[in-house]
């Protein structure tokens, strides 16, 4: 790939595919989200409280509304999320 991340995936979504998924890439994630090009966000969430690491939510983007789709709890405690952005 040659180009920019967000200029191939901008491309990506104006074709004729299916989704476009990405997994454990945090700055991809910030980039794609910050260009706006996301349009559904599939959360984890761990039972773990930790005060440092990697954030995908850093404060340095625009607030951003999301309508929740749907809430499941695995018997490990995790807890599933999906959103959709709103534009």
């Given at each position: 790939m040659t180009a920019?991340?967000?200029e191939y995936v901008r491309g990506l979504k104006a074709g004729n595919g299916g989704d476009i998924g990405v997994h454990g890439s945090i700055a991809?994630?910030?980039?794609?989200l910050a260009a706006g090009l996301v349009d559904?966000?599939?959360l984890v969430?761990?039972?773990?409280?930790a005060g440092r690491g990697?954030?995908?939510f850093d404060g340095d983007h625009?607030?951003?509304r999301a309508d929740l789709l749907s809430a499941r709890s695995t018997p490990?405690?995790?807890?599933l999320l999906d959103y959709r952005l709103r534009p």
């Open positions: 920019p991340a967000e991809l994630s910030r980039s794609l559904e966000l599939h969430v761990a039972p773990t409280l990697r954030r995908l625009e607030l951003r490990a405690g995790l807890l």
